[in-house]
């Protein structure tokens, strides 16, 4: 090689390549690793999934993140149902799980305010919260409750000779009518005084005088006639200028003197006297009477059985 080439090439290492330095950028001299080690200053510890430290978005020692997923051991308190549990952290390995609490399982849990029912669950009643609510047929009666009274099984069975629900005596009491007895210093039943008379003990003369009754056929107590006045209907008299009692008109017929015609007929007609009388426009009807009906007036009424046709109209058409 000629002498000049040699100083050609000298001059170009020695003077156009810069030398190796540590923070050149490139992995040279001794070095292990770019610009570190060697005569550099030594080079930090290489990041991987295996070098026992938590680094790079690791989420656990050399797993997670980059690396591979964390095996999460299985335990009775991780808030997950794994292993055999039957629920999560329960059953199985775990301690036994408590009872799945519902609205039909017999037993007051949950926030329940009486055995399923309540809280959560439908409200809570009871017979005596002046609400129809539960299985109650009406107001806090029926279904769990006492029978309704007034339904019509009830009143059949107020009349079965049979001392049944909550009846005090046959067919009396609890949801029937009150019973009596010819003990109870009341005139009830069929007494016709104070625990004497019907089902009970003769009343004597005195007992009737003292407690009268408005259908015995006697004047007394504080009546002012024969089952009539004081504490019974008012009575009437052939003088009273009303009809009233078995009058036939104003203090006239029945147990007066006999009424003249005009006194019934006219001045005191009825609509069921069979005469067309007072304000009437026909036999017993118009006036004071319902309305009179007739055959051509595009209604069904009177005996009609159908509109205009039928009972003392002509015949319907079939």
């Known amino acids: 090689i000629p002498n000049?080439?040699?100083?050609?090439?000298?001059t170009y290492l020695f003077?156009?390549?810069?030398?190796?330095?540590?923070?050149?950028?490139?992995?040279?001299?001794?070095e292990e690793s770019t610009d570190c080690g060697g005569v550099c200053a030594a080079c930090p510890p290489v990041e991987s999934c295996s070098d026992n430290i938590q680094n790079q978005d690791e989420t656990d020692i050399d797993c997670g993140g980059v690396c591979a997923a964390c095996v999460v051991l299985?335990?009775?308190d991780d808030g997950i149902q794994n292993q055999n549990?039957?629920?999560?952290?329960?059953?199985?390995?775990?301690?036994?799980?408590?009872?799945?609490?519902?609205?039909?399982?017999?037993i007051q849990n949950q926030d329940e305010e009486g055995t399923d029912c309540g809280g959560v669950c439908s409200p809570c009643f009871s017979c005596s919260d002046g609400n129809q609510n539960g299985n109650e047929e009406d107001i806090?009666?029926?279904?769990?409750?006492?029978?309704?009274?007034n339904t019509p099984e009830i009143l059949e069975s107020c009349s079965d000779g049979i001392q049944n629900q909550d009846e005090e005596g046959t067919d009396c009491g609890g949801v029937c009518a009150p019973c009596f007895s010819c003990m109870d210093g009341e005139q009830n039943g069929d007494e016709e005084g104070i625990d004497c008379g019907g089902s009970c003990a003769p009343c004597t003369s005195e007992e009737v005088e003292e407690y009268p009754r408005c259908d015995d056929g006697i004047m007394n107590g504080d009546e002012e006639g024969i089952d009539c006045g004081?504490?019974?209907?008012?009575?009437?008299?052939?003088?009273d200028g009303e009809q009233n009692g078995d009058e036939e008109g104003v203090d006239c017929g029945g147990s007066c003197g006999p009424c003249a015609p005009e006194e019934t007929m006219e001045a005191y007609a009825t609509c069921d006297?069979?005469?067309?009388?007072?304000?009437?426009?026909g036999i017993d009807c118009g006036g004071i009477c319902g309305p009179c009906f007739n055959c051509n007036d595009g209604l069904q009424n009177g005996d009609e059985e159908d509109i205009d046709c039928g009972g003392s109209c002509a015949p319907c058409a079939q």
């Not at 775990?94 to 799945?100: G, I, K, R, Y």
């Not at 806090?140 to 009274?149: I, T």
């Not at 004081?230 to 003088?239: E, L, T, Y």
């Open 273 to 281: 006297d069979g005469i067309t009388n007072g304000d009437e426009e």
């Open 230 to 239: 004081g504490i019974c209907a008012p009575c009437f008299s052939c003088g």
């Open 85 to 106: 549990e039957e629920g999560t952290d329960c059953g199985g390995v775990c301690d036994a799980c408590a009872p799945l609490s519902s609205c039909s399982d017999g």
């Open 74 to 76: 299985a335990t009775c």
């Open 4 to 10: 000049r080439v040699i100083i050609t090439l000298l």
């Open 140 to 149: 806090d009666c029926g279904g769990s409750c006492a029978p309704c009274p």
């Open 15 to 30: 003077v156009s390549v810069p030398p190796a330095t540590c923070d050149d950028g490139i992995q040279n001299q001794d």
